[in-house]
C-alpha cells in the first residue's frame, strides 16, 4: 500500500492519484453475507465506515431486527444481532454523525412491558406493525438502553424511516397535523426535540419517503412519487436558502425493481446505500425471490455536478501546482507555494476589495525549497517548510520517509516574523521539534499552538505521517504530543486548525480513502480529546481555513485550489469551542 507524500513530492513525482467514482449502475452491497436470501432493509454505518447496522426480516415479512455487521480482512463479517434489538420488530437504523447514537424504528411498547404497537392506515387496521422512534446512545464499545422518542416526534404509530442532520435535527416519516403520512423534522434543541413541523420537498402532490440528509445538510435523497400506482423512485434535491431545490431523478440505472426505498448515506457521504427488489442478474428464480436487497451506487456524478461552478476558486493562486493558501487577518492577504523553476517558493499577493495584486516571491524565499505556509491567526508571523540547512553553508536537507530517501526532498519547520516593515529573518525552530529532516504541514492556533505531520523518531522514515501538537508556553514551544486519532500507521497528513482549536481538518489514507488517493476529514474538540474523524467527502490534500474558519481551502486531484463551505458541519458545535477555550487558556 503506497503511502500519499506531502505536497511537493506528490507534484513533483506525478501529482495526485485520485480514488476513482462508479458513475454507472448500482451494485449490490456485500451480496451472500448481507444482501441475501432476508428481506434487507436500510444500512447505517459508523462514521469509521467499518461497521454497519442494517435491518433484515424473515420470509414471512412478521420478524424484524436490527444485525450488525464488521469490516475484515477478507470482506464483511457475518452478521450477528445487535444487543439492543432481537426481541421486537425494529429496523430503519440511522446513525448520528458522530456515531454517539442511532435512532431506529421499532413496535416495542413504550414500557418495554405492554403490547407491541398496532397501527392503522388507509382505513384498515395492522395488528404489530406500528412504528415509533427510538434512540440508543453509543457507551464505551457497547450500546446503552433504547429510549422512546417524546411525543413531539412521535405523534402517532406510524413513525419510522429517521436520518439524523448535522446538527442533530431529526428528519423522518410521521403524521402530520392532518393525520397524513409526510416529511417531517424535528430540531433538537437545548437537549430536546421539538415539535415536529413538516418539509418541503418537491411539490405539493408528492408523496415523500425515507429521507437521507447529507453529512453536511448540503442535499437529501428521497424516495418520491406523485402518483399511488407509481413505484417510489430516489431523486436528490440541494440546499438552497429558499429551500430544498426541485428533486432530481436519479434515472433508471439507480431506480430499478418495483421500488427504490430506504435511502442512506455511507461513512464517506457521497455513497449512497439504498433497499430493491430488483434482480440481480443471473440469479436462480428460488433466491430470494420476494425480499429487498441492499445496493449502492456513488454520488459523485450528481454532487460534483452541483460543485462544479465553485471548483476550482478563483485566486491569485491562478497556475495549476499552486497550493496551500495561508490567509492574513480579514483574508486581506495570502502567501502560498509556487513553483520557480523546478522548486518552489513562497509567494504574497493582498487583495483590495475583490482584486488580488500580482502574486510577489518573498524576499527571503529565494534560494531554497519552500512550502506549506500557515500564517498566525493575528498576521504577526508565518510558519512554513524548508529543505535549507540550519546552518549557512550547509547542504539542503535529504528526506526519509515511505521507506526511501529523496535528496534534497527534506523538510523541517521554520518561523519568520512579520511587522510594519516587512519580513524578517527566517530561524528554524527548536530541534525539539525538528527531530529528523522530514516535518511537514504546519498549522498555527491562536495561542501559538503548533500542529504539524512528521514520522515517528524509532521509525528510521519507514513508519507512516503522523500529527502532532507542541504548545506554546511563554514563547516556548514544548515537547509534540501525537494527535490520539492519529496512529502512525494508517497515514495523516496536513493538518488544518481552527484558531481557538475546536475543531481540526486533515487528509487521510484511512477509509474511505482510494488505494492512491487520500481523503478529508474533520475531528472535533472533545474535552481532553477529539471526536472521532469523520470523512467530509473531498479527494485532496493540503488543507487551509480562511480567517474566519467557515471555507476550507485545499488542493483537489486536478492540482489547483479548491474551496468548500464548512458552515454546514460547524453549525451544532457551537459550544466545542467554549470546550477548547477551556483546555487550552
Known amino acids: 500500500m503506497r503511502r500519499l507524500l506531502p505536497l511537493a513530492f506528490l507534484l513533483t513525482f506525478g501529482g495526485i492519484a485520485s480514488a476513482t467514482d462508479n458513475p454507472t449502475a448500482a451494485a449490490l452491497f456485500a451480496p ?21 447496522y442494517f435491518s433484515r426480516g424473515s420470509s414471512d415479512h412478521e420478524h424484524y431486527a436490527i444485525l450488525v455487521s464488521q469490516r475484515t480482512g477478507q470482506g464483511w463479517s457475518e452478521p450477528r444481532t445487535a444487543p439492543f434489538s432481537g426481541r421486537w420488530r425494529d429496523a430503519d437504523p440511522a446513525m448520528s454523525p458522530d456515531g454517539s447514537f442511532l435512532v431506529f424504528a421499532s413496535n416495542r411498547p413504550a414500557d418495554g412491558k405492554g403490547a407491541v404497537l398496532d ?26 438502553a433504547p429510549e422512546r422518542l417524546p411525543d413531539t416526534v412521535n405523534t402517532c404509530h406510524s413513525v419510522f424511516a429517521p436520518d439524523v442532520g448535522p446538527d442533530g435535527t431529526l428528519y423522518y416519516i410521521g403524521c402530520g397535523a392532518d393525520g397524513q403520512l409526510r416529511l417531517l423534522r424535528s430540531v433538537h ?25 447529507a453529512h453536511d445538510g448540503s442535499f437529501m435523497v428521497a424516495s418520491i412519487k406523485s402518483a399511488k400506482t407509481q413505484p417510489y423512485r430516489l431523486a436528490i434535491a440541494f440546499a438552497t436558502p429558499q429551500g430544498w431545490s426541485t428533486p432530481q431523478d436519479l434515472g433508471d440505472a439507480v431506480n430499478g425493481g418495483t421500488h427504490a426505498m430506504g435511502a442512506q448515506l455511507g461513512a464517506d457521504g457521497r455513497t449512497l446505500y439504498f433497499v430493491s427488489d430488483r434482480r ?11 425480499g429487498d436487497n441492499l445496493w449502492q451506487v456513488s ?8 460543485a462544479r461552478d465553485g471548483a476550482p476558486v478563483a485566486g491569485p493562486w491562478d497556475r495549476a501546482q499552486d497550493a496551500s493558501p495561508a490567509f492574513g487577518p480579514g483574508d486581506r492577504s495570502v502567501v502560498f507555494t509556487r513553483q520557480v523553476d523546478k522548486t518552489y517558493r513562497l509567494f504574497f499577493s493582498s487583495r483590495d476589495g475583490d482584486r488580488w495584486s500580482v502574486p510577489q516571491p518573498l524576499p527571503f524565499s529565494t534560494q531554497w525549497q519552500d512550502i506549506e505556509p500557515a500564517m498566525a491567526p493575528d498576521g504577526a508571523s508565518l ?12 547542504a539542503a536537507l535529504d528526506g526519509v520517509f515511505d521507506g526511501q530517501r529523496f535528496p534534497g526532498r527534506g523538510g523541517n519547520l521554520w518561523q519568520v516574523a512579520r511587522g510594519r516593515d516587512g519580513w524578517g529573518t527566517p530561524q528554524r525552530i527548536a530541534a525539539l521539534l525538528n527531530t529528523n529532516s522530514s516535518v511537514f504541514a504546519p498549522a498555527l492556533a491562536a495561542d501559538g499552538t503548533l500542529y504539524f505531520m512528521r514520522t515517528d523518531p524509532d521509525a528510521n522514515g519507514k513508519g507512516a505521517f503522523r500529527l502532532f501538537r507542541s504548545r506554546n508556553v511563554h514563547g516556548q514551544y514544548q515537547a509534540p504530543q501525537p494527535l490520539p486519532f492519529s496512529d502512525g500507521v494508517t497515514g495523516d497528513f496536513d493538518p488544518a ?27 472535533f474538540a472533545r474535552g481532553e480529546g477529539w471526536s472521532t474523524p469523520q470523512p467530509l467527502g473531498l479527494t485532496g490534500i493540503e488543507a487551509r481555513l480562511s480567517s474566519d474558519h467557515a471555507t476550507l481551502y485545499f488542493n483537489a486531484p486536478d492540482r489547483r485550489v479548491h474551496a468548500f463551505d464548512l458552515r454546514g458541519w460547524l453549525a451544532g458545535h457551537s459550544a466545542v469551542a467554549d470546550v477548547a477555550r477551556a483546555r487550552n487558556p
Open 189 to 213: 434543541k437545548d437537549g430536546r426535540y421539538q415539535a415536529a413541523e413538516p418539509v418541503a420537498f418537491g411539490a405539493d402532490d408528492l408523496t415523500v419517503r425515507d429521507p437521507a440528509i
Open 280 to 290: 440481480v442478474p443471473g440469479e436462480q428464480a428460488d433466491w430470494n425471490k420476494d
Open 299 to 306: 454520488l459523485a456524478p450528481w454532487l460534483d455536478a452541483h
Open 383 to 394: 510558519v512554513f517548510i524548508s529543505n535549507r540547512p540550519e546552518h549557512d553553508g550547509g
Open 32 to 52: 451472500g453475507v448481507i444482501s441475501g436470501a432476508g428481506d434487507e432493509g436500510p444500512a447505517a454505518f459508523m462514521p469509521d465506515g467499518n461497521t454497519v
Open 119 to 144: 397501527t392503522v392506515m388507509g382505513g384498515k387496521s395492522y395488528p404489530g406493525r406500528g412504528m415509533n422512534l427510538w434512540r440508543v446512545a453509543r457507551q464505551g464499545q457497547g450500546w446503552g
Open 497 to 523: 486548525v481552527a484558531p481557538d482549536q475546536s475543531f481540526i481538518v486533515f487528509s487521510s489514507r484511512r477509509a474511505p480513502a482510494g488505494p492512491a488517493g487520500s481523503e478529508l476529514f474533520i475531528a
